[in-house]
């Protein structure tokens, strides 16, 4: 073989060591280059970086970072626009980029659509819908109505009432509906509101907890998973305040999460974390003599889009 064809077949080899080099370091955490690939329509082409026109020739062209830190990522805007065969092309697409990544933007092709995320199914879905929640509801109000801890029949209260089979019907209807509802289902909770149901039962506490001890067992017969049982005992518990009617006076602890978690306060602690610290610039990355200063790539924050200082140098091959 020659040394033609030798060093023909060396270049490309020590090119693609050298990029899965640049790819180790940024994934043991040490800042590394980006390489962006741009295809265009025509080899006199115009390119802008966020703004700045470049001067590279070519239908494909090559761009490089300085080292760039890898726990960010950064975005870049590119633009192109030629004429070919009387009909111009102008276009800007944008690039998301990490240390060491190695992106290809092709403008002679249609820009494919980001894929959209897999819509979260709700609660409702993932309990397994009306006929799981129905399950759940005859088996949580037949255990509920033997327990004496729960008092069903509210004996010895004003609202003390009788068990019948269309009573215990329409009570489980109620509950499939309400919690169809409140879980993201298609059920429409047409009774009255839970205090003005529950008002003059007496109901207490403790009675509270029991029942819900109760419908965590029924949870726990039917296996649901830990995660949709907390969120549903969570909306469960949101009624305590509504339905709890005892006298004392210490219902708002339990009762009162949203008002009292200091949620505001925390979210004030996180404002004033001083985001500022995080944006400062960093010092100028040195550019090669005799390549045009390209503009600077923009870091993608949690809170902010800030600009660094890290330049992005453009280079032909």
Do not use: C
């Amino acid at each position: 073989m020659s040394r033609r064809w030798l060093s023909r077949l060396a270049l490309p080899a020590l090119t693609v060591a050298a990029l899965l080099a640049v790819q180790g370091f940024a994934a043991q955490g040490v800042p590394a280059p980006v390489r962006i690939t741009v295809i265009v329509g025509t080899a006199d082409a115009e390119v802008w970086l966020d703004g700045t026109a470049t001067k590279s020739k070519g239908t494909t062209r090559y761009f490089n970072s300085p080292p760039l830190k890898p726990d960010r990522k950064w975005s870049y805007e590119i633009r192109a626009r030629w004429t070919k065969d009387d009909k111009e092309f102008d276009e800007k697409r944008k690039v998301h980029f990490r240390a060491g990544d190695m992106v290809t933007v092709d403008f002679t092709k249609p820009e494919k659509e980001p894929e959209k995320p897999a819509k979260a199914k709700t609660l409702y879905e993932r309990l397994g819908g009306e006929e799981a929640i129905t399950a759940v509801v005859d088996d949580f109000v037949t255990r509920a109505s033997k327990n004496p801890k729960i008092n069903v029949t509210r004996k010895g209260t004003p609202k003390e009432v009788k068990m019948t089979d269309e009573g215990v019907a329409e009570l489980k209807k109620k509950l499939v509906d309400f919690i169809g509802q409140a879980t993201g289902g298609p059920q429409k909770y047409t009774g009255k509101d839970m205090k003005t149901v529950h008002k003059g039962m007496k109901i207490t506490n403790a009675e509270f907890d029991a029942a819900g001890a109760d419908l965590k067992a029924t949870l726990d017969k039917f296996k649901v998973p830990a995660k949709e049982q907390k969120e549903l005992l969570i909306i469960v518990g949101s009624t305590r305040g509504d339905i709890v009617e005892e006298d004392k006076g210490g219902n708002g602890k339990k009762n009162g999460d949203g008002k009292k978690t200091g949620e505001g306060k925390k979210t004030g602690e996180d404002k004033k974390t001083g985001d500022g610290k995080n944006n400062g610039k960093e010092e100028s990355r040195l550019t090669p003599e005799g390549i045009p200063q390209a503009p600077r790539p923009v870091l993608i924050a949690s809170s902010t889009a800030t600009r660094l200082d890290a330049v992005l140098s453009a280079r032909r091959r």
